[in-house]
């Protein structure tokens, strides 16, 4: 059920697999961004990332499952008698195993496929849903970790600002790769790969709002390595790499989602472990990222962080506690505080549908565009 009184929508991923609902539909309150469930579908198993087309009538999911499946499914338009998801046919074979996240671009889906250490393009019908055959990017190499980096690890894929590239960051191989997506044929080529630092097993990345920088948040090792990216080459070059966490934090934790502001003043990473969101202040060059402090999540292991369309709160997917917490983000300082919660079941992920205003506090640039959902 999905319904629209005028505030705002967010859709939510969880783990069927271990208890969760599936996809999760929800209100969310303007003015204090509280969630309200609202339906829930579990026809998808494992549907642990989201995406949505740029005009909001489409939802995409993968199935995180050995198999490895990605689905469609037609939101209703506001009003209209029946306010279900609807699965826009089977789910469709990525022929890759556990992809963990997707991207739109060019006509096509891809999804990251954790398992495989690929990445698929899908090409999509002219209703938005899913085709067939899929075209199967293979990443190559390894890692000195004994368990998580004996092969390539694909666990994010997406576009960058400019839209002319596809970036890959794969935690099995220590490197970001960016690669052309040919629309006609939906095959991607190499184009230029990005060593990290070995062993720190590189999970997601952001892009700075002005395009020129691109923060890649290290799982393995708490850190984010800071990089400057040049669209027209198509090159990501890493400069500096800083600790997400205080030194006293321990070593049982794994960093999970990385986020930077509209204005590219502050970015927040998510930290499962030590179940925390860090704050950090991003100088003038946006080379250098300082740590102001960390936050609790309000939960336990927080596997992803959204900021909301109008840069004002910050919501954690906390997996192991099955709840999603929003924080509201002091404009001043960049620091979350607890807002509310609701109970989520091994929730996974939070994306948001009808964008609003940025606020006058922490907002974008009003050079910088950039297309919803990126």
């Known amino acids: 059920m999905v319904r629209d009184r005028g505030n705002g929508q967010a859709f939510i991923g969880s783990f069927t697999s271990s208890g969760g609902h599936g996809i999760i539909a929800a209100e969310v309150d303007d003015e204090t961004g509280a969630l309200t469930v609202q339906g829930t579908t579990d026809v998808v198993a494992d549907p642990s990332y989201l995406a949505l087309a740029p005009d909001g009538s489409v939802l995409y999911t993968v199935s995180e499952t050995e198999e490895g499946a990605a689905a469609a499914f037609r939101i209703p338009a506001p009003g209209a008698p029946d306010q279900a998801l609807l699965l826009m046919g089977r789910p469709v074979a990525v022929s890759g195993s556990s ?51 004996c092969g390539p690890h694909a666990h994010q894929v ?23 997506l040919d629309a006609a044929s939906g095959t991607l080529t190499a184009h230029s790969e990005t060593a990290l630092r070995a062993g720190s097993g590189p999970r997601h ?12 948040l290290n799982e393995l090792e708490p850190t984010l390595t800071i990089c400057r990216w040049d669209a027209r080459q198509g090159v990501l ?37 030590h179940d925390s969101i860090s704050v950090l202040s991003l100088d003038g060059t946006r080379e250098k990222a300082e740590l102001i402090t960390t936050v609790g999540c309000g939960g336990r292991w927080p596997r992803d962080l959204a900021l909301d369309p109008a840069g004002r709160r910050l919501y954690a997917a906390n997996e192991h506690s099955g709840d999603v917490t929003w924080f509201d983000i002091d404009p001043r300082t ?38 919803y959902g990126a």
């Open 99 to 149: 992809p963990t996240h997707l991207a739109l671009a060019s006509g096509h889906l891809l999804t990251a496929n954790y398992g495989s250490g690929s990445v698929t393009a899908l090409p999509l019908r002219s209703d938005g849903g899913l085709d067939a055959p899929a075209r199967v990017f293979r990443h190559q190499g390894s890692g000195p970790h004994p368990d998580r980096q």
């Open 158 to 180: 997406l576009t960058d600002p400019s839209g002319r590239w596809i970036v890959s960051v794969d935690l099995g191989t220590d490197s970001v790769r960016v690669c052309a």
């Open 205 to 216: 990345l952001a892009f700075h709002p002005a395009g020129s920088h691109a923060y890649v």
């Open 237 to 273: 070059e890493a400069v500096a790499e800083t600790p997400v966490l205080p030194a006293d934090a321990g070593t049982d934790s794994y960093a999970s989602e990385v986020v930077v502001s509209h204005d590219g003043r502050y970015v927040w990473t998510a930290n499962r472990g």
């Open 334 to 371: 960049g620091i979350p505080a607890p807002a509310g919660a609701i109970e989520v079941p091994a929730a996974s992920c939070v994306i948001f549908g009808r964008p609003a205003a940025p606020s006058s506090g922490i907002r974008a640039p009003e050079a910088v565009t950039e297309p």
